[in-house]
């Protein structure tokens, strides 16, 4: 009867005990780095921790000092074990000298062959953490040599800016040298057609003169008769003889 109403008591006091829990005043770091001074990094150690008899660790006989001095975790351990064995709580049966030749055999393996393993096995921990840095260090090479990569190309695009003027500039140029190539075409093309007017402008009056030069000759020639000709003739011949003593 009495557990039924505990354990009612313990459901029914959970709600408040949920709906109380996010008014949690503890601190919360919200900081983007880590405060390496008040909350360092914990770092893996090389050796393991100092212990005495083989498997005691030296904290527990630090904690029995401040307390019962120097002789007290020894006393606790001896008197806890003869407790132990005396009200027989812990029945030394034949498992117990069992376990106790397996201990021996397993401390005479640990002395024997514990230093070359432990060796080996700190080879082995040194090559993977070895390879690890290495690999760490690759990284971040890789990384400083993509950031100056990143630089050296925001430079180079800086001088792509200048190139790209410079090939406007260049290309304004071609323009312009285009278009006084065209336009020195445009001024000859004109020139040979003017000239060409004006020739044929120029034969055309040759030939109007000729033609009138010719129609007229005709004309005077046809309108002259013989009796014509042969008087003109005999004045020629008169005047030809006239001027024959004057010259004499």
Known sequence: MLSRLALRSVQEARPFLVAVRPTSTTAVNKATERDEVNFPRRARPVEP???RMGFLPEEWFQF???KTGVTGPYMF??????F???KEIYV???????????????????????????NYLDKEIEDIEGSWVKYRQESVEGLKQAVEDEKKAQWEAEGQKILFDAKRENVALQLEAAYRERLATVHSEVKKRLDYQLETANVKTRIEQKHMVNWIV?????????????AALKQCFADLKGLAPQSA
């Open 64 to 66: 029995f000092y401040s």
């Open 77 to 82: 351990g001896v008197g806890l074990t003869t």
């Open 49 to 51: 921790g100092k212990v």
């Open 218 to 230: 005709n004309n005077v020639k046809a309108s002259i008769t013989p009796a014509q000709e042969a």
């Open 92 to 118: 030394m049966e034949h498992e117990f000298y069992t376990g106790l030749s397996i201990f021996v055999m397993a401390v005479y393996a640990i002395k024997k062959l514990g230093p070359g393993i432990a």
């Open 84 to 86: 132990l064995c005396s």
